[in-house]
């Protein structure tokens, strides 16, 4: 069985790891704090869960040690009552059972989760149920119910426990006064090492539970414990970062707005007989960052559509183009449309008809409740480019492109070279990116790093034309020598091939893409071409996206044939049509996104794919999926009656949190059983359904198309 963690995008994730600890530097812990990671990741003592759990929104992610289990976990706060946690044990001394001695010891995942069933209050404990390993193989599986109490300094905890943690157990933790950083604790482990998986030759059955003391310390982000029971010293490291927090590091290197050097132009008819004003303006207005920006006038009425490929949020981008759209348009002008567009697609449209009044906002003179009274915010319609009758097109999109500019630190990476047109088109080279891979047969770790190139140009309005190829720097991927034994068709399974065979330069993808919206609230995509590295194709994607409602629903029909690894164009015989129906529904209260897709899958299986996440404040994402298909997968662990059923968790982080200017770019990544043959997708060549949630902040409750308008 394998397993992958993987860099799925172009941000560095050496350059976000290091962010992390300047983000952590800058940050303080709330003192109410009371719990803090045991040795599995669950909130607790040392090796026992407590009833407490980290205020919502908190992540943590560490490693802990104590022999012979050594695990590297992640534990987040989804809810403010619910706890979820997940970890990948090393067990010493103890063989995987695979020919290939490189994977080392036998490893294993497990899942965790608790949910508080009444808080604490003045009088009575905080009540909480947990389940561990509670999927799998449930080496480490056990049940309990916890109750904890505060008392002065102390945080007294009582619980018990069902199989693995056999009966009662407690603990107590103290802070001492003058000294908030540092923690000292006390337990008794109820855990049953004597019936741990092969306890007598992993060592696990010398250990005898009981009396366990730890002494643990908290700066900021950062956490440490040391325990002691009956002569094994244990310990844990980790980070925990606060998700609910907007923004990490403040925006010192973001540009100021645009600042009115001038009194405004002259009257429109004057101003529509002066090129260079115009060109004045579409130039102010590309050196803001604007790209595809097509401008028409009406009587007195001036429209401007355009896009913006760095800033994260519409309200701003729209707010610094009114800017200077105040300042270097005809000065009688009475109406002002800004259609903000993603792909040449119209998201949002805002129409000014109070130009003194924004103005006056945007100045800093009024509030927001005043200025949502003198303006009109539509979505998208067919119509948005048109609704002025008798508008004068100006002058067209300029298309040509800048130098190559090599940008340090940007956007996730250590060095980009970039170079972009005003009309959208972009050559990028990134010289280094890296993917990992956990827990193949054939070796725990794999790495692959590579110089990727991207390349995207604007044909025409809604023609994309996309390419991309990597050369290989080092990797280790292609010493995955097990084959794949899977009884499906290979559609991922064979993975290994592509990443090690052919030469060190290679085409991942190259494809013309289509958007259009055909109908109100109706967008479309079509695609053909080389999709990624193992797949191309043709295919279309409609999505239906109601005006302020929870759901949205779109179709993705794709004809593919498989690629032949090593080669450039060649094909495989392999070929199958892709159809998957997408539900979405919305809870952007608690930033929460449900999504059911049901359909044909890659390998001809048919079934569903439930996904649920979670979006923090910072804009930080996480969640899982879990399929449901007709295709017997009986590969280890999968049996017959009892099949494999593909599953994973993913995790994206928007770096705008913690750069010290705004972006787009986000990193992400995935833990996926990555050489499995069920249930699995082609990766879509852009997929509407996320363009539009990304850019509109679906599942941001706080988010309002007037957010961060004045920055």
């Not at 091939?497 to 479309?524: F, I, K, S, T």
Request: charged share 25%.
């Amino acid at each position: 069985m394998a397993h992958a963690h993987r860099v799925c995008r172009s941000p560095d994730p050496l350059v976000v790891a290091a962010l992390f600890p300047l983000a952590a530097g800058m940050i303080g812990w709330p003192e109410g704090a009371l719990g803090e990671a045991s040795l599995s990741g669950q909130t607790g003592f040392v090796h026992m869960p407590s009833a407490r759990i980290q205020p919502e929104g908190t992540w943590s992610i560490g490693s802990s040690n104590a022999e012979p289990y050594f695990a590297g976990w992640s534990s987040v706060s989804l809810f403010p009552r619910f706890e979820f946690s997940a970890r990948y044990t090393r067990i010493d001394n103890l063989s995987p059972g695979f020919e290939d001695q490189a994977y080392g010891d036998y490893k294993d995942k497990a899942f965790d989760a608790k949910i508080v069933l009444a808080p604490e209050s003045t009088f009575l404990p905080q009540i909480a149920v947990g389940a561990q390993d509670f999927t799998g193989t449930r080496l480490f599986a056990a049940r309990y119910l916890a109750i904890s109490k505060r008392a002065g300094r102390f945080d007294w905890g009582l619980g018990y426990g069902e199989e693995r943690i056999d009966g009662w157990f407690g603990g107590v933790r103290y802070r001492p006064p003058g000294l908030r950083r540092l923690g000292l604790v006390f337990e008794y482990d109820a855990t049953r090492y004597a019936e741990d998986y092969q306890a007598s030759t992993s060592g696990a059955l010398d250990r005898e539970g009981g009396a366990t003391y730890g002494i643990e310390y908290r700066s900021g982000w950062f956490g440490g414990q040391v325990s002691y029971q009956s002569g094994e010293v244990g310990a844990n490291l980790y980070v925990t970062v606060p998700l609910n927090r907007r923004e990490f590091i403040p925006k010192i290197d973001e540009p100021p707005p645009f600042a009115r050097a001038a009194p405004a132009g002259p009257p429109l008819e004057q101003w529509l007989q002066d090129p260079g004003a115009q060109h004045g303006l579409r130039r102010a207005l590309e050196a803001e960052g604007f790209r595809a920006v097509e401008l028409s006038a009406g009587d007195r009425s001036l429209e401007v559509r355009l896009s913006h490929p760095r800033i994260s949020v519409i309200g701003r981008a729209v707010g610094r183009a009114a800017r200077v759209l105040l300042a270097l348009g005809p000065s009688d002008l009475q109406s002002l449309r800004i259609v903000y567009t993603l792909n040449d697609l119209p998201v949002l449209t805002y129409v000014f008809d109070d130009l003194a009044h924004l103005d006056r906002f945007l100045a800093g003179g009024t509030d927001a409740p005043s200025m949502e009274d003198t303006v009109r915010i539509a979505f998208a319609s067919p119509e948005a480019a048109t609704d002025f009758r008798g508008l004068a097109d100006l002058i067209p999109p300029r298309g040509e492109g800048g130098g190559l500019e090599a940008r340090y630190g940007e956007d996730g990476h250590a060095l980009l070279l970039r170079s972009e047109n005003p009309s959208g088109s972009h050559f990028t080279v990134v010289p280094f990116n890296v993917r990992f891979f956990f827990n193949d047969p054939s070796g725990a770790f794999h790495y692959d790093s590579y110089a990727g190139l991207d390349y995207a140009r604007r044909l025409h309005r809604g023609w994309f034309l996309l390419g991309g190829a990597r050369l290989t720097l080092f990797e280790d991927v292609s010493d995955v020598t097990q084959p794949s034994d899977s009884l499906l068709p290979h559609v991922r399974s064979d993975i290994a091939e592509y990443l090690g065979e052919g030469g060190p330069v290679r085409l991942d993808r190259l494809l013309l893409n289509r958007y259009h919206y055909p109908a109100e609230q109706l967008y479309a995509r079509w695609s053909a071409g080389y999709y990624e590295e193992m797949y191309g194709g043709l295919g279309v994607q409609f999505l239906y996206l109601p005006t302020d409602s929870a759901w949205a629903a779109d179709l993705a029909v794709d004809a593919l044939r498989q690629r032949a690894p090593g080669e450039v164009f060649a094909f495989r015989d392999y070929s199958t049509v892709t159809a998957l129906a997408s539900l979405h529904y919305r809870v952007p209260r608690y930033g929460v996104t449900a999504t059911t897709r049901l359909g044909r899958f890659l390998a001809r299986d048919d079934g569903v794919r439930l996904e649920l996440k979670r979006r923090f404040r910072s804009g930080v994402e996480m969640g899982g999926w879990y399929s449901w298909t007709d295709a017997e997968d009986i590969t280890g662990p999968g049996q017959p009656g009892d099949p494999f059923r593909d599953k994973g968790l993913f995790l994206s982080i928007p770096l705008r949190s913690m750069l010290t200017r705004d972006t787009r770019e986000r990193a992400n990544f995935s833990l996926v059983d990555f050489t499995r043959d069920v249930a699995q997708m082609v990766q879509s060549p852009g997929d509407l359904y996320r363009q539009f949630e990304l850019a509109r902040h679906f599942d941001d409750g706080e988010h309002n198309p007037f957010m961060d308008f004045r920055k």
